[in-house]
């Protein structure tokens, strides 16, 4: 009767494990939030707000290129008109609906390359207790990632299951949120150009011409009809005699960064090992073999993900951390295949449970007294600024790789004594 009892327990699951992957999502968000207040706007979140609250016409403080990320502002701004609450209330219920989201997408990903319902869970999991995803836009909810996270793994889901019209359109639209939503534009282009190479169909031309022509237009047309009056680099600040954009493009090379310096590479490899943590936790040499073969099908795509992820973030802004999570498309993906290798259920609980000690999960963090200064340098990675923290989270790092290695070990004897008893009662 129990077996018959659980077993119907794990169809219904089964049946209907969109709503479970969503209940799970919701508690998660839920549990995560009650150790997590909202920190007071600042830097770019307050240019976010100043679109909210003033809108796009007629406004004197809009400043690049966060004008140009007006997706999340504008959804703000007319949720506000509408039902009267506060931008910083709607921003903060935008945050959390985000992350909700970015939970189901991360499990909708993982289904959709062949994991069962555990495996995609445990993924969806690791994405929870990754800082960025919701830990962070909790405690800095006027920040717009959490919607290009959203969106970018939306997309690459699409491109995956060959709907190209809807990866190009969420590509598209997100430009509008941040600009490294063009990289599932971009892997549109590499696809179609692939085929176009091998068969000669003019559709896939059509399609890379297509893509180009809608990419570039999302790109530039907004920082053509939008007047900004200051503009924001790497390292500097361009305030222009009146509202418009000709000296946005005029000074534009002074905007963007020259050779990256010694410090930023070393914070771009530190903020790789940071956010790819769940996979360092449970590599090994033949694993990594077995996921390169198992992906064979989706090495172009990941691989091209995760190169243009990381050259927009080296050539990027300050935020490289939150900049390599862009690729949480591909790290779902690898999950997924790691997670199929046959680990043992310890070793990836011990895994998870390192996330959520390394990203600080389970502590109170942000309120009113705390800025987001504070909770980037608490994690550190940020522009070139290399010092004791830098040094003192690569340490961590390599501790839990080391746990890890040491539980494998023990799940490893433990396996192989069970077996040898297994033998000895049951011998052939």
Request: proline residues 5%.
């Amino acid at each position: 009767m129990h077996d018959e009892g659980s077993g119907d327990r794990q169809r219904w699951s089964e049946e209907h494990h969109l709503i479970v992957a969503a209940l799970v999502a919701l508690g998660l968000v839920a549990a995560i939030g009650l150790t997590t207040g909202a920190t007071p706007p600042a830097n770019d979140g307050l240019h976010y707000l100043n679109v909210a609250e003033e809108g796009l016409v007629d406004n004197p403080r809009l400043a690049a290129p966060f004008a140009y990320r007006f997706g999340t502002p504008i959804i703000v701004r007319l949720v506000h008109r509408v039902t009267s609450l506060g931008v910083p209330d709607v921003f903060l219920i935008v945050a959390l609906l985000s992350t909700w989201g970015t939970l189901i997408a991360a499990y909708l990903l993982a289904r959709s390359v062949r994991a069962t319902m555990a495996v995609s869970l445990a993924a969806m999991a690791a994405v929870a207790f990754s800082f960025f995803h919701v830990k962070f836009p909790l405690a800095v909810p006027t920040m717009v990632d959490v919607q290009g996270f959203l969106l970018i793994m939306l997309a690459l889901w699409a491109l995956l299951k060959d709907r190209y019209g809807t990866c190009l359109v969420l590509s598209c639209l997100g430009i509008f949120f941040k600009e490294f939503l063009i990289v599932p534009a971009l892997l549109i282009i590499v696809q179609k150009s692939r085929v176009y190479i091998h068969r000669r169909e003019t559709v896939s031309l059509l399609w890379v011409l297509t893509t180009v022509c809608l990419a570039i237009a999302c790109f530039v047309i907004p920082r053509i009809a939008i007047p900004v009056t200051v503009g924001y680099g790497v390292n500097m600040r361009w305030d222009f005699g009146a509202p418009g954009h000709r000296e946005y493009f005029e000074y534009l090379r002074y905007f963007l960064p020259g050779a990256p310096d010694a410090g930023r590479l070393v914070n771009l490899c530190f903020a790789l090992s940071s956010y790819w943590l769940p996979v360092l936790l449970l590599a090994t040499p033949a694993r990594m073999k077995d996921v390169w073969e198992d992906l064979s099908s989706l090495r172009l795509i990941c691989m091209t993900h995760v190169s243009l992820v990381v050259l927009l973030a080296l050539f990027g802004g300050t935020n490289i951390m939150i900049f390599v999570a862009y690729t949480v498309p591909v790290l779902v993906i690898v999950l997924v295949s790691l997670l199929r290798r046959g680990i043992h259920p310890a070793e990836t609980a011990v895994a998870l449970v390192a996330l959520l000690l390394f990203n600080r999960i389970p502590f109170v963090m942000g309120g009113a007294a705390t800025t987001i200064d504070d909770l980037l340098r608490f994690y550190g990675g940020w522009w070139s600024r290399v010092d004791e923290v830098t040094a003192g989270r690569t340490l961590e790092i390599s501790g839990f790789i080391l746990l890890l290695c040491v539980v494998r070990l023990i799940t490893r004897r433990t396996a192989k004594s069970e077996s040898s008893e297994e033998v000895i009662r049951h011998p052939s």
